[in-house]
């Protein structure tokens, strides 16, 4: 059974402020929005449009979850993007940070292109990553520590569609 968290109302209205976050954050816009694929699509394309600068957009494709509900551990770049980082304000867009893992193996990655700088958006984070080797600068969503799907979520490549965040709990 699905319990709904987050309605698409509740969503809109965070995503909107967000986007006005990032805008005021980034007064010279000079910005690459960095997708982390495929979690991050919908919440990229409604969020893009509420910051109101110049950017750039490109996309990263990793995988760790496969059809589990639980991370394996191994974060796998599956894409790597074309466009040069070195330099650039990275923003980089998760649908959610749960374990941390893929993050801490990104922000690695990223930070050896030697970006301007880097700073992570997720829409939503379960606090429960200890570990966590940046921090998460702007979050839209304090999530309760349950298996979550909905608005780019996927449990098994389902679900992604839906247009409000629910828990499978
Ligand atoms: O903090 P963590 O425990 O690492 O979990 C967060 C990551 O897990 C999910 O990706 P997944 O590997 O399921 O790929 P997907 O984006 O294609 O769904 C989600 O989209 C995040 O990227
Ligand atoms: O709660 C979640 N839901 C969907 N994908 C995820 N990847 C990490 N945590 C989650």
Known sequence: ???VVFDAGAIA??????GADI???YPDGDLLVLGLLKGSFIFLSDLVRHVNRPLQVDFLVASSYGDAMESSGVVRLLYDPETELEGKHILLVEDIVDSGRTLNR??????????????????LHKHIAHELRHPTRFVGFDAPH??????GLDHAENFRHLPYVASLQ
């Not at 990223?110 to 700073?119: A, F, G």
């Not at 349950?146 to 608005?151: A, D, H, K, S, T």
Request: aromatic letters at 6%.
């Open 146 to 151: 349950e298996f979550l799907v909905g608005y």
């Open 106 to 123: 990104l922000v690695e990655l990223l930070r050896e292109r030697n970006p301007r700088s880097l700073e992570i958006c997720a829409l």
């Open 13 to 18: 209205t965070r995503v909107q402020e967000l």
């Open 23 to 25: 805008t005021a954050a």
């Open 1 to 3: 059974m699905k319990r």
